[in-house]
């Protein structure tokens, strides 16, 4: 059962630690980033020094312990960076977050040590870069309902299939790859395999021209004929749907914390904006319709940025925390969705120009409600656990 009958109190206040690296993030975001996001946004391209840079911050691991390669910090820090990043630029916290939530986190979860010497440890240190590639043209909030088939041969296996909206998938060194080993066993039948770039018969297919985080690639993979050795074989061979929504439960606590960046964004900009621009001869902020969006904004960002806390401490502290991570994405891309309206409001007919970031802000903000299970398969997974046995 979720937290709802408030058992989950935690301490709200953060180490040193925390408030450290939340500040080298604020810093690398206002230098770095927010600068440069409109351009990443119109050549559609987070450059590979700035995927770099983050690696050397320690932040391509975060979480990962300095054992594997990563900085050691808990879910909590990870998830006051990412506010930080995505702030700036979401297609930047798109590409950090499907890196250590959805590859990093499963290796080491799930991992042997082998495995994690091998393949987490270069991840870990940012050197390379992961992807997760669970979804398929014809499947995606109903994963198990895949068609990419692996088949075993010999010491190995053999996949075959194509894998759409991989985040990451057109410049990934490493790929986290679901299959089909036996359909007739539906979600029982999935195993997951860890693909290299490079493995003949493992491709990239075409890439997607979206609304937003057009920074970050999105990638059709395509496996023909690709061989794997057993020992890329992730967890048990039956065990790969159940890993897959494992490190869903956790990438959907840091978009949660990326739709809160962008709201921020939202905020701060609108802020700035209501402070300056004036008409009927006063400061538009002296205008209750805009103050009213403000206060709106800035208590939904301030509610989500708690559930999101709290699912992330919940992570820390080994508790399930799946429903919690369900409602904080939930909560926290409606409110985004409501601030990047708002923002675009405020800013009039500047906010729908491509000069503002406030048109920016409104199209990386539709995705939140979408990727890592959309906002209904969060009310899905919420009320299974209201309701469930
Ligand atoms: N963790 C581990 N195991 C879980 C689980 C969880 N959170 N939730 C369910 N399971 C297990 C169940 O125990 C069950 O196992 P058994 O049968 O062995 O007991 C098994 O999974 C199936 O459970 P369900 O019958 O509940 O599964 P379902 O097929 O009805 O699906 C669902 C449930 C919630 C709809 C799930 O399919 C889901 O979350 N779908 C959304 C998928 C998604 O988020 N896709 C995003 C793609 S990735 C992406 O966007 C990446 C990117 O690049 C950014």
Redesign the pocket.
Known sequence: MTTVTGEAAFDLSLTEEQQLVQRTARGFAAERLLPRAAEFDQKGEVPTEIVRELGSLGFMGINIPDEWGGSGLDMVTYVLALEEINRACASTG?IMS?HVS?VCDPLLRFGSPEQKSRFLRPLASGEQLG??A??EPGA?????AMRSSARRDGDGWVLNGTKN?????ARADVALVFAQTDPAQK??GIAAFIVERGTPGFSVGKLEHKLGIRGSD?AQLIFQDCRVPDAHLLGAADEG??I???T??G??ISIAAQAVGIARACLEDSVGYAKEREAFGQRIGDFQAIQWMIADMATGIDAARLLTWRAAAMKDRGERY?PDAAMAKLFASDVVMKAARDCIQIFGGYGYLTDFPAERHYRDAKITE?????SE?MK??IA?DMLGE
């Open positions: 798109v499907s959805l992807c997760f669970l979804s995606g909030s109903d994963a198990a909206f991989i985040t990451n998938g979600h029982r999105t749907f159940k897959a929504l494992a869903l439960d990438g959907r799946g979408i990727y890592e299970g959309t398969i899905l997974v299974e």
